[in-house]
């Protein structure tokens, strides 16, 4: 009975152990990241630069769209599966 007891506390132990690791490796990660800082302007260059690449990416889509959707492509398309 005793016994068991003991190795309840031992597992529990190991249990919030390892969660407390867990814990701290997320902050420490975050903490590198800089998520939680004080110094904004670096995530606000972030999102800058995020918006600027994801519009380039929308333009490059469109380019896409518009081949696609040409009559000349389809045609071609057509002659290349006979």
């Known amino acids: 009975m005793e016994n068991e007891y003991v190795l309840m506390v031992i597992?529990?132990?190991?249990?919030?152990g390892i969660s407390a690791t867990e814990m701290f490796k997320h902050y420490l990660k975050a903490r590198?990241?800089?998520v939680g800082a004080a110094d904004d302007s670096h995530l606000k260059d972030k999102v800058t630069q995020l918006s600027?690449?994801?519009q380039a990416l929308i333009?490059?889509?469109q380019v896409l769209e518009k081949i696609v959707t040409e009559p000349e492509y389809e045609l071609k398309q057509q002659i290349n599966q006979l």
């Open 11 to 16: 597992m529990v132990t190991f249990i919030i």
């Open 32 to 34: 590198q990241s800089g």
């Open 52 to 54: 600027l690449q994801n």
């Open 59 to 61: 333009e490059r889509v």
